[in-house]
């Protein structure tokens, strides 16, 4: 049994919302400027005696997507629906690590289904039913040239990274994509809690640690998420990386670290490896919007 994702995603005009655990149907949204993605949560692939059903139906124009328990019913709703797939989501999420509880919350005229997780619904809205799954955040790595002297030992220029989380993605002026991945907000068994820090002088880089790391006062926590220290069914790897001293100069490096599926050579040495749930370039939405203020 593995896991699978389910992308949601929005739409305001009119608000209504749609879901896929097919990677395809989740990279046609990403492709519509009408909508945008809002959440992932993962689920186990099959039943078991602390799952429900969950039914997801379609129907439109504009399409829109129902979801609701096997053997549950709305008086209220009088449109037509079609199924169109099936979710195994837990009960409830007591005593199962790493669960969150989601809710479905009810719009009528015309009838439209919302997946939660706020914990009351808005005025608008009726909440109708609960579910839990395992909430999960999209991240992105950031590469960047940078040319300072403090990286002599380096021949003057080096890359840095930083890593970026949200349902999107802003272009920024001299950072390049390299990678994303899927981690998880809550510690599922076997899961490592995995915390990113940033600091932006002299320039801005990143470091990921498991546990204490030295000199904290010259870094913040930019993110922290849980992934594995083992393949599981489903994962994809990628090496954490550590710049080392320069054999060719006397100058000391300035320490970073990077996540990356290259081989490390050069500046930079094996630490560890990382699984986690794999995002192609597909897979990832780009906005025009502004960032928000402190947003790194």
Partial sequence: M???KLDIFNSETPLSQQAFTDAAESRRLRRDPLWTPFRSIFFLNGPLSYTKVLN???TGPPTRHKFIPQGKSNSRDLSTWFP????NAYQGA???PGAEVFHVDYCDSPDRYFISDQPYASLENRRLYQFAGYPATQYYILCKRIYHELLKAEGGSALTYKIVAGNMVYPEKGWRLTGSFYAFDKQLVNSTLFTVYIRKEPFVMSMIATGP??????????????AFDIALPGTCVFELQHTIRSIYSTASNVSRHRLTVEDAKK?????????VFPATIE?????SEPMEPGYT
């Fill in 2 to 4: 593995v896991l699978q």
């Fill in 56 to 58: 997801i139906l379609s």
């Fill in 84 to 87: 169109l797939q099936e979710i």
């Fill in 94 to 96: 007591d005593r199962i």
């Fill in 213 to 226: 790391i030295v000199r904290p006062e010259e870094w913040e926590i930019s993110h922290k998420f849980y």
């Fill in 267 to 275: 500046m930079w040495e094996f630490r560890m490896k990382i699984y």
């Fill in 283 to 287: 897979d990832i939405s780009l906005t």
